[in-house]
């Protein structure tokens, strides 16, 4: 392969178009058109298509550009490897993707032990939907993905789930909404209004058999995907919430609330997915090591 005809389309992809690239590689529009052509010739896949006056990646296009932000990624950490002063120890780059149904607070403790695995680490994190997350895992732009559930099998990714740990969940309330909690737990949650996660969330399901079985009829008056908006939502007085037991004093001294009640019949669970079958990141090693002996109970 002429890698100089990749680090052509690297950079029109990377810039969006033609023109842009043309202007930060200092060569006419009609010569890096013509190398990118000879790429795609040789690769026998086109790579681009017009979608207007404007280029868009193809689905072929799009795995070339997984493996070229690898191929030019390394060759960067190659130039800084080489001009560190001897005797330095070389940063690891730690990628990883957070699904957007994992509380921010879980990830940061979950992610928290990477800083502990003995040499210079710089950590890219993102947050995203869990199918784009594994997408991007196949691609190698992520070194691990952290969700509150398994891989889902209908996904055709080669990746490997490693459970990290489960915790029962409590409910939660601010001092403005005790009066109306009238009687037991879990009862006192019938009538009074309900901060629930969303749709996506692992628990959801769980939250409405659970009720069903109770016959506790709340008043939901907020579904939410972002666990932390939930919780903002709950110190303000305007309904109950729900988050892991595991981090019951956490949730109380942040939000200045109180438990309600807990029940285990209510699990939430959490994964680290990963390309590799056996774990050799020394920073997926030790937020699994952490999280099982740790912060959660397996």
């Not at 993905?145 to 209908?154: F, K, N, T, Y």
Request: charged residues 20%; contains cysteine; neutral net charge.
């Amino acid at each position: 392969m002429n890698f100089k005809h990749l680090y052509y389309f690297w950079v029109t992809a990377k810039s969006g178009g033609i023109m842009r690239a043309g202007e930060q590689l200092h060569t006419t529009p009609q010569t890096l058109s013509g190398q990118i052509k000879l790429l795609e010739d040789w690769l026998g896949r086109q790579l681009f298509r017009k979608s207007g006056r404007q280029l868009e990646l193809t689905e072929h296009g799009r795995l070339a550009l997984g493996y070229a932000d690898q191929i030019f990624s390394l060759g960067q950490d190659l130039e800084t490897a080489l001009r560190q002063a001897r005797g330095t120890q070389r940063r690891l780059d730690f990628r990883v993707g957070v699904a957007d149904s994992v509380s921010k607070s879980v990830a940061y403790r979950l992610l928290e032990p990477a800083f502990s695995v003995g040499q210079p680490i710089k950590l890219l994190a993102s947050e995203g939907k869990f199918d784009d997350l594994l997408a991007q895992l196949a691609l190698h732009r992520l070194d691990l993905v952290i969700a509150d559930e398994p891989m889902p099998a209908r996904v055709s990714v080669k990746a490997f789930n490693h459970p990290l740990g489960r915790s029962a969940m409590s409910f939660f309330a601010a001092s403005a909404l005790q009066p109306r909690l009238q009687g037991t737990f879990p009862g006192c949650l019938s009538g009074v209004p309900m901060l629930v996660p969303g749709a996506t969330a692992s628990v959801r399901q769980q939250l409405e058999g659970w009720f069903a079985k109770h016959q506790i009829s709340p008043v939901v008056v907020g579904e939410f995907d972002d666990a932390a908006l939930m919780k903002a939502f709950g110190r303000e007085g305007q309904g109950v919430f729900l988050a892991p037991t595991a981090l019951e004093q956490e949730t109380c001294d942040q939000f200045a609330v109180s438990v309600v009640g807990r029940t285990t019949e209510l699990v939430e669970s959490f994964y680290a997915v990963s390309v590799e079958r056996r774990i050799t990141h020394p920073c997926v090693l030790a937020i699994t090591d952490a999280a099982r002996g740790q912060l959660f109970s397996v």
